[in-house]
């Protein structure tokens, strides 16, 4: 029996990993094609809520002209009704610089507009003087209304909006001020209707909308926020997806890499079986022949030359070549197993047993731990009992000065554990992948099909067995036979 190890997941070759990673290719073009679109949708989104902000701000700075020209119009009306015939039916003209007619002027305003969100009104005269203003020292500057002026004088009503913040505040639309300034004409009326009159002077309502701007801001933190936490959301979604599946592409990538191994160690053992077959028959005769007359041949040597060891070498290798004939019909032709309750502790047991001998002479020992109350298991007890024994031996000849053996049985989920450690030298690395190979081995004699018929044993019970090399030294077989067999 070979001092080798098979490392746990054998069927994890460099090729087996190049096929699996050929069969998830198309998967992960899936997830690629998945994360970018989801970059994509982030990205249109923050596009979106950028042009949703623009809307926003279009149609804030629409409402408030519409918000100013409705003051201006209800202003117009109340200063010609409640200041302007007043006066002129007074005074016989319009003097600001005149105390009480100011003051009228001023009460006019501030009652119409004291419910309105307006921050300034300056009332120009037809010489673009400020006549009147909410900001005294505004009052009698001239030149100051530019180009909204004029177009107020000619008879229409113009809007601009002012700001003022650096490059990025103005660029995120969070100015430190933003004013909404509009000029209207202000128009004698002609009564009893309301048709308008010609132009008086001009008014100037300037809004401040800073606050507005500010919620807008908001809004588009909050749209692109929550559009964030969406998107995280689905790719923590998308990464669960993901990984379910490459995990479900993974197991039946190795299902296929295992059952085509099986398929082709099938074929070959079945090609194997068949010439064993035709010449096991003609090998063994005239090898039992062979052995017999040497044993005979030795009896009547003895009489005579008593050191001569010509008839024992003789009977020596025929009987080491009778072991490489049964191991290998052993490996090429196994039978099925004869399936019936078994104990693993027992057979375990019996294997131990029939080493005691070599075990006690040679400074080995067993450290044994075995679990309680531990299920049978359908099984042949023969032929666990021809593997168990292939795997001690492999554990002594890995220690041949002695050494410790552990042997833990625990049952599990569905399956029954079996470990068996040694303390040798563990698996070198650049043979994990040949250990399965017939006729492979690392020692000066021997078969090289010893693993071969552990693993045929433990497949024909539709159990798994794998080996790993232990972080402290020596290499661990891992058995596991499943409670009830697989169908």
């Known amino acids: 029996m070979e001092a080798i190890s098979l490392p746990k997941g054998e069927q994890f070759l460099k090729s087996s990993d190049r096929a699996v990673e050929e069969r998830s290719k198309p998967f992960r073009l899936v997830k690629y094609f998945t994360v970018t679109s989801l970059i994509l949708i982030f990205m249109g989104t923050i596009i979106l809520s950028m042009l949703n902000t623009h809307w926003a701000r279009a149609m804030q700075r629409e409402k408030s002209e519409e918000y100013a020209l409705l003051i201006i119009e209800n202003l117009n009306h109340q200063i010609f009704l409640q200041f302007i015939m007043p006066v002129v039916l007074r005074y016989g003209k319009i003097q600001l610089r005149n105390e009480e007619q100011y003051e009228l002027m001023d009460k006019v305003v501030r009652n119409t507009l004291h419910s309105f969100k307006v921050e300034t009104v300056n009332i120009y005269d037809m010489n673009n003087v400020i006549s009147y203003s909410f900001k005294q020292e505004l009052i009698g500057k001239t030149n100051m209304g530019g180009t909204g002026y004029q177009t107020a004088v000619d008879g229409n009503s113009v809007s601009r909006q002012v700001q003022r913040g650096n490059f990025l505040e103005i660029l995120f639309g969070i100015p430190k001020e933003s004013r909404f300034i509009t000029y209207a004409p202000l128009r004698a009326e002609q009564?009893?209707?309301r048709i308008s009159g010609p132009v008086l002077g001009v008014i100037e309502i300037v809004q401040d909308l800073s606050d507005e701007y500010k919620s807008i801001f908001k809004y588009q933190v909050y749209v692109v926020t929550t559009s964030a936490l969406v998107m995280l959301v689905l790719f923590l979604i998308l990464i669960f997806v993901v990984k379910r599946g490459e995990g479900i592409i993974e197991l039946r990538a190795q299902e296929r890499l295992r059952l085509k191994e099986q398929l082709n160690r099938a074929a070959h053992l079945s090609a194997l079986g068949e010439m064993a077959a035709v010449i096991s028959h003609e090998i063994r005769n005239p090898l039992g022949i062979?052995?017999?007359?040497a044993e005979l041949l030795k009896k009547k040597v003895i009489g005579f030359d008593p050191n001569n060891t010509i008839p024992d070498i003789v009977i020596e290798e025929s009987s080491r070549l009778n072991n490489i004939i049964t191991d290998f019909l052993k490996y090429a032709r196994p039978r099925p197993p004869r399936l019936a309750p078994c104990r693993i502790e027992d057979v375990l047991e019996k294997?131990?047993?029939?080493?005691?001998?070599?075990l006690e002479g040679k400074g080995y020992s067993v450290q044994k731990t075995i679990g309680d109350t531990l299920p049978a298991v359908s099984a042949d007890a023969d032929m666990l009992y021809q593997a168990f024994?292939?795997?001690?031996?492999?554990a002594l000849q890995a220690m041949p000065d002695g050494g410790q053996i552990i042997l833990q049985v625990q049952a599990k989920p569905d399956v029954l554990e079996v470990i068996i450690a040694d303390?040798?030298?563990?698996?070198?690395?650049?043979?994990l992948g040949k250990v399965w190979d017939p006729f492979f081995t690392t020692k000066d004699k021997g078969t090289g099909l010893g693993l071969g018929i552990v693993k045929n044993i433990v497949d024909a019970h539709g159990g798994d067995i794998f080996i790993e090399n232990a972080s402290d030294g020596g290499a661990r077989f891992i058995i596991h036979l499943p409670l009830q067999q697989k169908g």
């Open 389 to 394: 024994l292939n795997i001690f031996i492999n």
């Open 290 to 293: 062979i052995r017999s007359s």
């Open 423 to 431: 303390q040798g030298g563990g698996v070198p690395q650049e043979i």
């Open 191 to 193: 009564l009893p209707s």
């Open 351 to 358: 294997n131990l047993t029939f080493l005691s001998t070599q």
